[in-house]
């Protein structure tokens, strides 16, 4: 059984920074790309960012470029999500999600391209 656990979120002032956790389990790890995803209040899900199972490449949302980093460890089958310079605009549920692939360099930014998610975990920026 495939578990995604995401944990980091909390309230932070603009200009903060945190550390989003995605623990993967029941699925071997170094087969799956992984994303990042958010839903604001009202707002649909949106693409964050993503990595492949072969490190080195990424992909980000314009409005994160810059801002966030996307990295795994493979050891700990935990992908993680470092935010810096947050902005109110960044409050959402963020979401991890797990995408199985047979392409060592492909990440994906299509929400219909995974197959597992977690449960999400909040991200409160106060102006």
């Known amino acids: 059984q495939v578990q995604l656990v995401e944990s980091g979120g909390g309230l932070v002032q603009a200009g903060g920074s945190l550390r989003l956790s995605c623990a993967a389990s029941g699925l071997i790890f170094s087969h799956y790309a992984m994303g990042w995803f958010r839903q604001a209040p009202g707002k649909e899900r949106e693409f964050v960012a993503a990595?492949?199972?072969?490190?080195?490449?990424?992909a980000y949302a314009d409005s994160v470029k810059g801002r966030f980093t996307i990295s795994r460890d493979s050891a700990k089958n935990t992908v993680y999500l470092q935010m810096s310079n947050l902005t109110p605009e960044d409050t959402a549920l963020y979401y991890c999600a797990a995408h199985y692939t047979f392409y060592a360099g492909s990440y994906y930014r299509n929400i219909r391209d995974y197959e597992f998610w977690g449960q999400g975990t909040q991200v409160t920026v106060s102006s």
């Open positions: 990595d492949s199972w072969s490190v080195g490449t990424t």
